[in-house]
């Protein structure tokens, strides 16, 4: 997940939410924010394109951090921090660019850095990074690791293109470190765990969950969002799914349960969407219809998720949910999983 469930949100401050109707739930299980969107181009202190799938932490001191990805006017994406106290309103953001692409060291950034997952490691006292690096190549998985926010210890490349939407999980499986990513490769756009015992070296890599095929909303293309939230019935995980129409892609959100021990072992696999385009910051703007979550924060109780996400490729949104009201909808609206995840109904 991407911060210590010990480490508390601030108080003092609940925000209005408000409600609307989400994928075939009755009850809707994430609740827009009436202020949405929460960060727009217009607050940035220096000349943007957009800003939009940010990673989130909660910092020691209880502030939330997001990690944005910024694009400018060149068509290059780099990241760029903000801090509030609330973790609603009140953002302070760098006054310029947080962190950039080092073509020079790293040439496999090239044309920019994007889409950061953050993750806390306990064991390391750090923040773990994992951010897609955009090259000739196309887009890989790289990996940076800090402890403040100001300064970086780049792992460079360590999942080669074409390759992106990944996360650390923030402690290790038996003796290794694991990694979620989304490869496409002949097999398809599926997601993949990875191991390694340095994160420097992975291999032992495993299909976790497939892209249906057909005409189900998560058929041939599926990713993960935010990094997987450890609960006591294992590690609950919220993926994308891009539905092909005659006007376009509509991106949206769906969960799925795996295994504590074995993280590729799917459990549990909705069957719709949770989560889809339906404001009107969701629905227009530099890409149409997409929620597209990379980070979330959990309050004090334990149970309440604050779920940062690009809306339309254009701006940050903020909605609100309950980790218990998410495992009780997969227990009602979920197939049998065979083995990586695919439905008994496919």
């Known amino acids: 997940m991407t911060t210590a469930l010990s480490t508390p949100i601030a108080s003092g401050h609940t925000p209005p939410f408000s409600s609307g109707s989400h994928g075939s739930s009755v009850t809707p ?8 969107p929460i ?7 220096y000349p943007i394109n957009s800003v939009f799938n940010a990673g989130a932490t909660l910092l020691k001191n209880g502030d939330t951090l997001l990690l944005c990805r910024v694009e400018d006017c060149t068509g290059m994406s780099h990241l760029c921090a903000a801090r509030s106290v609330n973790g609603v309103d009140g953002w302070v953001i760098d006054p310029k660019p947080t962190l950039v692409a080092n073509p020079g060291e790293f040439p496999e950034e090239i044309w920019g850095i994007e889409d950061p997952r ?28 800090t402890t403040d926010f100001q300064s970086f210890e780049r792992f460079g490349v360590i999942m080669q293109p074409e390759d992106k939407d990944a996360a650390l999980l923030p402690r290790r499986i038996g003796n290794y470190w694991a990694l979620i990513h989304r490869p496409v490769t002949t097999l398809g756009a599926h997601m993949w765990i990875s191991y390694s015992p340095d994160l420097h070296h992975w291999g032992s890599h495993k299909i976790m969950l497939e892209a249906r095929r057909g005409g189900w909303w998560d058929a041939n293309k ?22 092909n129409t005659a006007s376009g892609s509509i991106y949206r959100l769906g969960l799925a349960l795996f ?48 779920l940062y996400y690009g809306a339309a490729d254009s701006c940050m949104a903020l909605a609100t949910g309950s980790i218990r009201a998410l495992l009780a909808w997969l227990d009602t609206n979920s197939s049998v999983a065979t083995p990586t995840g695919t439905s008994v109904r496919q």
Not at 29 to 36: A, D, I, M, Q, V
Not at 123 to 130: F, G, M, T
């Open 29 to 36: 299980l994430f609740t827009r924010y009436s202020g949405n």
């Open 39 to 45: 960060l727009t181009r217009k607050d940035w202190p």
């Open 118 to 145: 953050i993750t806390y490691v306990p064991e390391l006292d750090k923040y773990a990074i994992a951010y897609t690096s955009f090259s000739r190549g196309g887009p890989g998985v790289s990996l940076a690791m």
């Open 222 to 243: 599926i990713g993960l969002c935010s990094p997987p939230i450890e609960t006591a019935k294992g590690w609950l995980t919220i993926y994308h799914g891009v539905r």
């Open 259 to 306: 295994d504590l021990a074995k993280p590729e072992l799917c459990l549990q696999r909705g069957d719709c969407w949770m989560f889809g385009p339906e404001a009107p910051y969701e629905r227009g703007g530099d890409v149409s219809d997409v929620v597209f979550p990379c980070g979330q924060t959990i309050a004090a109780d334990g149970d309440t998720i604050h």
